[in-house]
């Protein structure tokens, strides 16, 4: 009977072993189909120009993603990229239908077919048009003279961290202590744990803005061989450094060098010109920049315009983005508002 029920046992814990498998299987094959019913919608906005220097990005870009029962929406970001992705119907190869609205350009309307799910999407570059009417005729008549922003110029500040060698220090201390006493498990001992030992530590401090560094320590008198230093504390320099020895003979005496370097930040004031492309100006300024400002030539006045975290111009609309070519780096672009112009704009 004993034997039946163990028979009977082992068959129900393979039987839901089984059953368990089977439910584990068919949840990650359903997770497989679902990531490949993923759409996802990658582009670029960008301005719809004959000249390509004047195709720039657009950012804020309101795009819109549907299939008739899902949708998805993102923005564009200052280069103009945008991604988004939709969840599509098992069943369904209806195309999807990509809205693009900004309030300065005229909204489009483009249709990305599914096709097979396992297939990479394509990258889609969205040419807007701008209504360039509409958005004049809110600050300027066509009889008011545009005003002339010349002679560009921008200056930012580099803070630069240095350090300078002002001097050395040394330091002595002994570590006294009486040999060939036995140790007898009495901490502090020697390596072999026979002799009992005395320890010291030196302790440092460079002070503000300073830090040691090339720092070496020694034993210079006494039983040297029976001593032992431990570099941890000072190895790689510092404000603060400590040097321990142990000495499990006779008093020894210990020498500690180093040199003092000093900390300073210097500011040192760069320019650049940006470069004009139609309507707007490009620049691109190094990851440590601060302050940054735009000297201009505004129909004859010398100007100054802080730009500020806002981006904030009178007379230009700002946006900035990280480099995608050097990391930290940010490329600033800037178009003229209604009213204003560059020299070589008519």
């Known amino acids: 009977m004993t034997e039946k029920k163990l028979m009977w046992t082992t068959v129900a814990i393979s039987a839901a072993a089984l059953i368990g498998l089977f439910f584990f299987l068919r949840a990650h094959r359903l997770r497989e189909i679902s990531d490949r019913l993923s759409v996802p919608i990658t582009g670029a906005v960008i301005q719809r120009e004959a000249d390509p220097n004047k195709q720039l990005p657009i950012s804020d870009v309101v795009v819109t993603a549907t299939d008739g029962v899902r949708s998805a929406v993102t923005q564009s970001d200052a280069s103009g990229y945008f991604k988004l992705v939709l969840r599509k119907r098992v069943l369904s190869d209806q195309p999807i239908t990509v809205s693009f609205q900004h309030p300065h350009y005229e909204p489009l309307e483009i249709s990305v077919p599914t096709g097979r799910f396992e297939t990479p999407s394509e990258l889609h570059v969205v040419e807007l048009t701008p209504i ?12 008011q003279p545009l005003t002339v922003v010349s002679d560009l110029k921008v200056r930012y500040t580099i803070n630069n961290r240095t350090e300078s060698n002002v001097g050395s220090t040394s330091k002595t201390f002994e570590v006294v202590n009486q040999g060939n006493v036995p140790c007898d498990h ?97 620049f691109t300024l190094p990851p440590t920049q601060e302050g940054v400002s735009l000297e201009a030539d505004i129909n004859g006045a010398f100007m100054v315009f802080p730009l500020g975290p806002d981006l904030n111009l009178s007379w230009a609309t700002c946006t900035a983005r990280t480099g995608q070519e050097q990391a930290g780096t940010t490329v600033y672009r800037c178009e003229l508002k209604p009213g204003y112009r560059f020299p070589s704009s008519s």
């Open 132 to 143: 360039v009417a509409a958005h004049v005729q809110k600050t300027s008549t066509p009889n």
């Open 186 to 282: 009495q901490s502090p001992c020697s390596p072999d744990g026979k002799w009992k030992a005395a320890s010291k530590t030196l302790t440092l401090d460079a002070g503000p803005d300073n830090s040691y560094g090339n720092v070496s320590a020694s034993c210079i008198a006494g039983p040297c061989p029976f001593t032992r230093i431990d570099s941890a504390g000072f190895i790689h320099g510092g404000r603060h450094i400590s040097i321990t020895a142990l000495n499990w003979s006779d008093t020894a005496t210990f020498l500690m060098e180093a040199e003092v370097y000093h900390t300073a930040i210097n500011s040192e004031v760069r320019e650049l010109y940006p470069v004009i492309f139609g309507q707007t100006l490009n």
